[in-house]
Every structure is written in structure tokens, then in C-alpha cells.
């Protein structure tokens, strides 16, 4: 089975104050698009963070509608789940419907957790939807109604896996999708943090699956590399914070063989601006070869400089936020 895994899209981001809108329809429609035509996947996966905020723009919405909607078309099945970002409720409207054009979604915890079955030439792959969910939204079916033991999320999810696990026959091949922070795994600034390490998932919550497909970390990673038990995050299409300006995005073409062995690699996205932090004078980045790229400047004189900005907009940064 031949498996693209995305996350993160953050559709309705802006990156200080000027919208990333154009950007996300230049990298879906474009290259994401152009790499599902080249490898003609089994399936998609989108592990969260389909949005930016709750309650996304309008432009957000019709954008990720074209981009199912071309999936769809193809015939491909696209496996969803929410993000730490997204509103659980609305992203869910017309799930059950949409799941008879395979298109499946879960948003919430669900008391008896299901197992999406996809078919290839070897037979059945299981796949566990895992959404982002608080350790309250647990609670009363962990713990009951009168205790006040404290959850972590590594609790939850131990025990939502083990429920998922219980529909997946030994021996079979099996795929997780969870959007979660897990243990050792390196986060960017464009990210919403935590305090602490309530949040962290251990790894060994997912060593029953052949691959691992995790969002909520933007830097794409491999956690564990064994072939028989892959964790990945694929990590943004976009590079989100001046943070992430080294980063190479992209998202992970992922494929399982009969025997359950999996391989994993990133399939780079090339973006219409690049995210980009140059530093020196204002008098030597003026000279600089004039860029469209996000620029952050960061300005080494010593001496007060006038107009700055309005300086490096006008010669070698057009783009200068």
C-alpha cells in the first residue's frame, strides 16, 4: 500500500500579519497536487491541524474543499482527523455522509473507536483515528464520575489505543494517525506550546502499528526507524515562523508491503516564497540580489539607521515583513 502523509496545513495562517492563503492554494493545488498524480497513492492522510484557528476564513474553507473535492475525484481515500488548532465540531460536519465517498474523519474521542479498513493486492490494512482530545474529555470513562486523580494526555492515549487495537486481528497490517506531541520529538515556534510535559505521549503507545502517522510538530522527523514499527511526522507543507527558515518541507510518500514492512520518505514541497532571514547592515542588505522571499532582516548597525525598512523594501526585499 502506497500511502502520501500530510499534516499541519494550518489553512488561514498568516505569518506576522500578512496571509498565507495564496501561498497554501500555490502549495496544494500545485505541488501537493502534482506529487498525488506522480505516485498515485492508495490513500492520503491528513493527521490535523487542517486549520489555522476554529473558526476559519471563508477563503480557508473553500480551499480545503477544492483540495478534497480534486481527491475525491481521483478516487482516492483521504483519512482525516483534527488538530490541537481546529474545531473539533465543525470539522466534522457531514462525516458520516462523506465517509461513503471515502472520505473519513473523526474529530472527537469516540467511546468505541473503529478501525478504517483499506484494501490492497495483500490484503486488508487497518488504520486507528487517533484526534487530538484533552485528558477531561476522558476522564469519566477512565476514572468514572467521582474520582479527582489528574490525567495526562500519555494516559488517555495508552488507553484509547489499547480500545482502538481491540479491532485490529493479530498479525494484521495496521496504520495510527494521531496529532499529539510525542516524547523526543523536536518543536518549532510556530507551534502551540504547553507548559510541561503533561502533554507528552510516550512512543511505545504506538509500537503495535506498522507506521506511526503523526501531526502537530511542523519539523518533519522520524521517531523510530524500525520497519516493522515506523513513527514519522511528515511535518507543514509551509515553513510557518521565521523559525522554521531552515526547514525543508515537504510530505511523506509512504509505502507497506505484504509483510507489513514499511519505508518512508520526504517528497519536497517547493514553495511560490520562501521564508527567509538574512542579517547584516543596512547598507550591505540593500545590496543584496533583490528577492521575493519573506524576509526577516535582522539589522547589525551600530548607529541609529532612518527608514530601514522602507530602504530594503524599495532595493532587495519586496517582501520584508
Not at 96 to 121: C, G, H, M, W, Y
Request: aromatic share 8%.
Amino acid at each position: 500500500m502506497r500511502i502520501i502523509h500530510t499534516a499541519d496545513w494550518h489553512l488561514g495562517k498568516t505569518l506576522k500579519n500578512t496571509s498565507l492563503i495564496d501561498e497554501q492554494d500555490y502549495i496544494l493545488n500545485g505541488e501537493f497536487m502534482k506529487i498525488v498524480d506522480d505516485v498515485q497513492p492508495d490513500a492520503v492522510i491528513i493527521a490535523g491541524d487542517v486549520y489555522d484557528r476554529g473558526v476559519p476564513p471563508v477563503d480557508a474553507v473553500n480551499l480545503f474543499d477544492e483540495i478534497i473535492f480534486k481527491l475525491n475525484e481521483k478516487k482516492i481515500p483521504i483519512l482525516c482527523i483534527s488538530g490541537n488548532h481546529d474545531s473539533a465540531s465543525r470539522l466534522n460536519f457531514g462525516g458520516r455522509l462523506l465517509a461513503q465517498a471515502k472520505f473519513f474523519i473523526t474529530t472527537k474521542p469516540q467511546d468505541n473507536p473503529a478501525s478504517i479498513v483499506l484494501e490492497d493486492n495483500f490484503g486488508k490494512v487497518y488504520f486507528s483515528l487517533i484526534p487530538f482530545f484533552e485528558p477531561t474529555d476522558m476522564r469519566e470513562k477512565i476514572l468514572g464520575d467521582d474520582s479527582t486523580e489528574k490525567l495526562t494526555a500519555d494516559d488517555v492515549n495508552k488507553f484509547y489505543i489499547a480500545e482502538a487495537r481491540k479491532k485490529i486481528p493479530i498479525g494484521k497490517r495496521s496504520v495510527a494517525v494521531a496529532h499529539l506531541f510525542v516524547t523526543g520529538g523536536v518543536s518549532s515556534d510556530s507551534e502551540r506550546k504547553f507548559v510541561g510535559t503533561v502533554e507528552n505521549v510516550d512512543k511505545k503507545n504506538f509500537s503495535a502499528y506498522n507506521y506511526a502517522a503523526l501531526g502537530h510538530l511542523h519539523r518533519q522527523q522520524t521517531l523510530n526507524k524500525d520497519s516493522q514499527n515506523f513513527i514519522r511526522y511528515s511535518g507543514s507543507p509551509l515553513k510557518y515562523s521565521f523559525g522554521e527558515a531552515n526547514h525543508i518541507k515537504g510530505v511523506t510518500l509512504v509505502e507497506i508491503d505484504g509483510e507489513g514492512n514499511v519505508t518512508a520518505q520526504n517528497i519536497k514541497l517547493t514553495p511560490r516564497h520562501d521564508v527567509q532571514v538574512v542579517k547584516g547592515t543596512v547598507a550591505e542588505l540593500c545590496k543584496l540580489p533583490r528577492s521575493e522571499n519573506f524576509i526577516h532582516a535582522q539589522i547589525e548597525d551600530m548607529q541609529n539607521v532612518l527608514s530601514a525598512a522602507d530602504r530594503l523594501r524599495e532595493t532587495s526585499c519586496p517582501n520584508l515583513l
